[in-house]
């Protein structure tokens, strides 16, 4: 059953469309990944799903409601935690996570300071709860975002680059937590700029890019779009002469991509024709510098759709 | 560090802030009031300079100012607190362009909070700070001047709160349709200029010039400090005073929440 719906929407600022012709369908309970690079029109479109914007074109229904005619019911369905923090410096933690508790919950005082403290705790920002948020590092402010969502459980939680400043133990707790809030019923998006973290969190995974959907399936399903299921990535020294035609001669060369001097050749058989492909290129007098043979992720898939990496 | 919460077990479905507009209101009010009581030394420094300007400033002055059936000191005195909350009344629209640029206001939009009543509390919320932040002010004037009865008090600071609530939302309106910060600094310098040296706040219109004089009466600083001069002296309630203070009120919290619609949902601040 799907819960949120993208029709054709767009959002256009002057003469800049941030997001353009955008339809997708978002289940009900699924943890939903926006990748895409900065720019790419993510946060524009969580920002007219929370009806912050308006979308300029098309319409975004939000369990059934219009986000542009019914505002105030979609604003009861979702939470945002954004990805640069948006906190009031002069405020401690507690006080920021209490107050959102109580303009998004009915929840009385013991309640409000149950889930408070159950989350600062597992964030490990117990002991800074009373410190003002405009003291705190980049990591704290961002687990303290979070932790506004996460306190809420609303029934759409939506993170803006959930894990951005945050260490590899943070990290992975952060998206544990999330996938609990998904096993709760909420449905969960996700947007980042991160491979692993939309591979690892996201059960669909939607790429953006130059406010356009590009794809949208599993993460396998998505990989399995790409041909040849290997990945030789090539670093030259100088890729400037470089053809991608010099390749595609071998049958089990699917494709070819090349940014500057590094070159991915989308391949199967790939332990096999690595020697050949070495010494194709060495004859034509190009220096390889490394060589990497990984099977296909999503990086490799995004790069696929459009011709460019994302980090 | 500790391991995740336990919610699961009674959470699934949290209850939504719905039918609870007077609360919702209140609460964006309250978080405008709290940051005042999170910075007590600004009240206390403020205060501080309010006594100083009043008996020494003012106390010379009147001084040298004699006007048959007009005591200078008790009609500055009152003067300046008006003038004062018109002047604190402004800030909320510094607090909501900042908040903009910082990205705050985008999260305030996010809560399930309808436009209008985000509108109605932030200028609630800024009038009851400008109203708790000139109270030890207002105090030391009642007293200056010998108020009549306690009701001349609540009287008077109707007439202020009511002020403070159009400032805000005149200020709000400001912040709403401005994008630059330069452009909005000196629209609202001049704004809070016009409306507070063009009025009857530190002066009578009779010693004004004709150029001032004209535009004065329609001030609502004027009425303010009209209508709270007429409480705090004899008790009498200047009806005409608090009827425009009221307009003032309706429109500009009117075309605050107008401005709102059509600009700040456009992405204005993107």
């Not at chain 2, 399930?112 to 800024?126: D, E, H, N, V, W």
């Amino acid at each position: 059953m799907s819960i949120i719906t993208f029709d054709n929407a767009g959002k256009r600022f002057g003469s800049l469309d941030a997001v353009k012709d955008f339809s997708i369908t978002i289940k009900d309970g699924e943890i939903l990944g926006l990748l895409g690079p900065n720019g790419a029109g993510k946060t524009t479109l969580m920002l007219m799903m929370g009806t912050v914007y308006r979308p300029t074109s098309g319409t975004i229904s939000v369990n059934g409601y219009d986000v542009v005619k019914h505002p105030n019911e979609v604003r009861k369905l979702i939470g945002i935690a954004f990805q640069d923090p948006r906190l009031d410096g002069i405020l401690s933690a507690f006080d920021v996570l209490n107050w959102h508790l109580k303009m998004t919950t009915l929840f009385d005082k013991v309640e409000r300071r149950r889930r408070v403290e159950d989350v600062l705790k597992s964030l490990d920002l117990w002991e800074a709860r009373k410190k003002r948020t405009w003291l705190m590092s980049g990591g704290m402010k961002k687990k303290v975002e979070d932790a506004k969502i996460l306190v809420q459980r609303p029934s759409i939680a939506v993170f803006d680059e959930p894990t951005a400043f945050l260490d590899v133990p943070s990290r992975l707790l952060v998206w544990k937590m999330i996938r609990q809030l998904r096993d709760e019923g909420s449905t969960v998006i996700v947007a980042t700029n991160m491979m692993d973290e939309a591979e690892r969190l996201s059960e669909r995974v939607a790429i953006v890019n130059k406010g356009k959907l590009v794809a949208s399936e599993t993460p396998e399903q998505l990989k399995g779009t790409v041909k040849g299921g290997e990945v030789l990535e090539l670093t030259l020294n100088d890729g400037s002469e470089f053809k991608p035609g010099l390749l595609k001669e071998f049958p089990e060369v699917h494709d070819v991509k090349q940014q500057d001097n590094k070159i991915m050749v989308f391949l199967n058989s790939g332990t096999l024709l690595l020697p050949k492909i070495v010494d194709t290129l060495s004859s034509q007098g190009f220096k390889i510098e490394s060589v990497r043979l990984k099977e296909v992720s999503l990086e490799d898939v995004f790069l696929t759709y459009t011709g460019q990496r994302l980090e | 560090m500790s391991s995740s919460p336990t919610l699961a077990r009674d959470l699934s479905s949290p209850p939504l802030a719905k039918e609870s507009s007077t609360r919702l209101v209140f609460q964006m009010a309250l978080r405008d009031v709290s940051v005042l009581f999170r910075t007590p030394w600004i009240i206390i420094t403020r205060s501080l300079a309010f006594v100083i300007q009043l008996f020494v400033f003012a106390f010379l002055i009147s001084g040298l100012i004699h006007v048959p059936g007009l005591n200078f000191f008790q009609y500055y005195a009152v003067g300046s607190v008006v003038a004062t909350i018109a002047s604190i009344s402004f800030v909320i629209g510094y607090d909501i362009f900042e908040e903009a640029e910082e990205g705050v206001l985008d999260y305030l939009l996010t809560l399930p909070i309808s436009r209008r009543q985000f509108i109605i509390g932030r200028a609630l919320g800024g009038a009851l700070r400008a109203i708790i932040y000139i109270i030890p002010m207002f105090l030391v004037v009642a007293l200056i001047e010998g108020f009549a009865q306690p009701l001349s008090i609540i009287s008077a600071l109707l007439s202020l709160f009511l002020l403070a609530f159009g400032v805000t939302g005149m200020s709000i309106t400001v912040a709403v349709s401005v994008k630059s910060a330069n452009r909005f600094d000196v629209v609202l310098a001049l704004l809070e200029l016009a409306v507070s040296r063009a009025s009857t706040a530190l002066y009578p219109i009779t010693f004004m010039p004709l150029y001032v004089s004209v535009f004065a009466p329609f001030s609502p600083v004027s009425f303010a400090a009209d209508s709270a001069r007429a409480s705090l002296v004899g008790f009498t309630l200047d009806l005409p005073a608090i009827a425009g203070l009221i307009a003032f009120v309706v429109v500009f919290l009117g075309l605050g929440a107008a401005f709102y619609f059509r600009r700040l949902e456009g992405g204005i601040y993107s």
